[in-house]
């Protein structure tokens, strides 16, 4: 993953915080405990290899974005390692017919560097199990909307920009006027 798309999931990660907090506020009270947890993950060291990130983030940010802290950058890049296969347009045939959230969802789930990262971001909190578990499903969930939306519209440009110069049935004479003529 080159620095261009590693800004990128820098940019997503704190977009999906910033979104799982308004979420989380309209709950009210009960979601006072998830809006601290998700607090957290702004905050930690910031190591040197990981700076060009944040130099990226400030020039994009327009206020309200999270700035999230290292451990939270590497929990959404290991997400997006786990989902790269799936979102390619090379592999995507291998898996026709299928529903594509679940087997990412799955994917996801299963991954022990993922859960790993996970745990790293959660020590700490004030969360239960049950709790850390919603709030995981609701990023994961978060970040395959996201991520397979931006791949479509990719994929889909790719297609017009293919096909861009081929004229469309709708574009040609009809059959009766190439007879007349």
């Not at 999230?68 to 026709?96: G, K, Q, W």
Request: aromatic content about 14%; proline content about 1%; some cysteine.
């Amino acid at each position: 993953m080159d620095d261009r798309e590693q800004n990128i999931v820098n940019y997503v990660a704190g977009f999906i915080a910033h979104s799982a907090k308004k979420y989380y506020k309209r709950k009210g009270s009960e979601g006072e405990q998830f809006i601290a947890a998700i607090k957290t993950w702004s905050t930690g060291k910031k190591a040197k290899c990981f700076e060009f990130k944040n130099k990226w983030i400030d020039l994009r940010d327009r206020g309200g974005l999270v700035h999230v802290s290292d451990n939270c950058f590497l929990f959404f890049r290991a997400i997006e390692y786990s989902v790269r296969d799936v979102f390619n347009p090379v592999t995507l045939n291998n898996y026709a017919g299928e529903n594509l959230k679940e087997l990412i969802k799955e994917r996801i789930f299963k991954r022990k560097y993922v859960i790993y990262r996970w745990d790293e971001l959660m020590k700490g909190d004030e969360l239960d199990s049950i709790e850390k578990e919603s709030l995981f499903k609701l990023v994961v969930v978060r970040w395959i909307d996201i991520r397979g939306k931006a791949f479509v519209r990719a994929w889909v440009d790719g297609l017009r920009q293919k096909y861009k110069d081929k004229v469309s049935d709708k574009g040609e004479h009809s059959h009766r006027k190439q007879l007349n003529a």
